[in-house]
């Protein structure tokens, strides 16, 4: 129409402004932004944006034993000597030896002790061996405390022992050995109780079809007894600590997207070599700094959660990108003039306007549905 050059310049501002991508730019950052919240809110740190778009894809999930599926506060549930000295004495010397160390069982014999009023053993020239148990001196004597792997190493026989090793291990207890010299000289259990809520965690972990696996540095009996108190069916017991990215690449290798829970400092590298670390928040400053997940309150059922919010979030960021899309196809076209010769309708600036603004609003709304949707 005339003014032609008018009517050109109009329909070219309707195009730029209805053709501003300003929807398909909100699409992904502004679900990012609500998942998150959303995810603070239900007391799960996100501190890797891709890992929450991954999450999602997980196809195995690894769990650690110690203060992940279980409680991660073992208590010394028996103490046997195999020696004329008195379970005190035992007690004492094994809380001389692991005087130094900060894992939670070495923890539990110094509470142990403690609530005895035992005074530690002083000792020297420490050793920890990751994965087995610690060595040190004791006026002039060598001592060793650890698992049967520890005394296999040094030479130590335990044979006369072993059957009531196995019986502590079946029962969910880990049974550790205390020698003097070359000799076994007493034997001490830990039990550490599963949380309450694992069970149910690996039950709608296997509901959302991941492969689950228990990874521990503990005797395979005592890995499969609380093993199956959790629902859990595959395990991989007596992992060394610094095996345990191994086992997280060899799975990746195999084609399975990878998740890794943990607290500790030994399951660091296999959280920083999975697709998606976890970390529990009552665990080790490094295992936190080196997930892409803090589960704060330290429940397995959170991770689960994270799952289906990540599920949840992608399908969010699609539904946007989609919506954007077609809003783009079908306005573009119109703003160009696409209706005038059939209907004589030219679209104003104003309404190309607002209608970007709705666009952007319609994103921002659908993203906001996460905040209030339950999977």
Wanted: aromatic share 4%.
């Amino acid at each position: 129409p005339d003014p032609s050059l008018g009517y050109a310049f109009v329909t070219s501002m309707t195009v730029l402004v209805i053709a501003c991508p300003c929807a398909l730019g909100l699409a992904t950052p502004i679900s990012v932004m609500v998942a998150v919240g959303r995810a603070a809110q239900s007391g799960i740190l996100i501190r890797n944006g891709d890992a929450l778009q991954t999450a999602g894809k997980l196809t195995c999930l690894i769990l650690d034993k110690t203060g992940t599926v279980t409680e991660g506060k073992p208590v010394v549930t028996s103490i046997e000597s195999l020696s004329e000295l008195s379970e005190n004495r035992i007690l004492q010397l094994a809380a001389g030896i692991e005087s130094g160390s900060e894992h939670p069982l070495a923890a539990s014999i110094l509470a142990a002790a403690e609530q005895k009023q035992l005074k530690p053993e002083k000792m020297m020239q420490f050793d920890a061996i990751a994965g087995f148990g610690i060595s040190a001196m004791c006026d002039g004597q060598r001592i060793l405390f650890g698992n049967k792997a520890l005394m296999d190493t040094q030479g130590i026989r335990y044979t006369d022992v072993n059957k009531r090793l196995e019986t502590l291990s079946a029962s969910g207890q880990t049974p550790m050995l205390l020698a003097v010299g070359d000799a076994v000289i007493g034997i001490i259990a830990v039990a550490d109780p599963i949380k309450k809520d694992s069970a149910a965690a690996v039950m709608q972990l296997a509901g959302q079809g991941i492969r689950v696996i228990m990874v521990t540095g503990d005797n395979p009996i005592t890995a499969d007894a609380i093993a199956k108190q959790a629902g859990i069916v595959e395990v991989k017991a007596q992992v060394l600590p610094q095996d345990k990215a191994q086992v997280v690449k060899e799975l990746q290798e195999q084609g399975e997207i990878v998740g890794m829970v943990g607290d500790g400092i030994n399951d660091a590298p296999a959280l920083a070599q999975a697709n998606v670390g976890l970390a529990i928040g009552t665990g080790t400053d490094v295992a936190i700094e080196s997930a892409d997940v803090v589960i704060l309150q330290g429940s397995l059922l959170k991770v689960p959660e994270v799952i289906g919010l990540s599920k949840a979030t992608v399908t969010n960021i699609k539904q946007n990108l989609l919506g954007a899309f077609f809003y783009n196809t079908i306005s573009i076209p119109v703003a160009a003039g696409l209706l005038y010769p059939v209907f004589g309708i030219l679209l104003n600036p104003m309404i190309a306007g607002a209608a970007m603004a709705m666009s952007s609003l319609t994103v921002v709304t659908n993203a906001n549905r996460l905040r209030w949707m339950k999977w």
